[in-house]
């Protein structure tokens, strides 16, 4: 379930998945990142951290834990390297 968001809330959400997006692009995705426990370590990690400074205050910490879990698994199946 997704908690109700103002349409500024909704505009954060935005910009926290570009900016998460980037971060990862810039800096995370090494060759081979998938094969890797380190990077892929690191992957979940900035993922976490962009997550944890930037989603609004309607994520709760089930809501947070879920979101970091389906956003990893996405770019796990997503983007090889």
Do not use: M, N
Not at 14 to 40: G, H, I, N, P, Y
Not at 56 to 66: C, F, G, R, T, V
Request: aromatic share 8%; glycine share 4%.
């Amino acid at each position: 379930p997704e908690p109700e968001l103002t349409e500024k809330e909704r505009d954060q959400v935005k910009v926290v998945a570009r900016t998460l997006l980037q971060t990862l692009k810039d800096e995370k995705f090494v060759l081979d990142w998938r094969t890797k426990s380190r990077a892929k370590g690191e992957v979940l990690k900035a993922i976490e951290v962009v997550l944890d400074d930037g989603l609004p205050e309607a994520y709760d910490e089930d809501l947070y834990s879920a979101k970091c879990a389906s956003i990893y698994r996405h770019v796990f199946e997503a983007y090889h390297g």
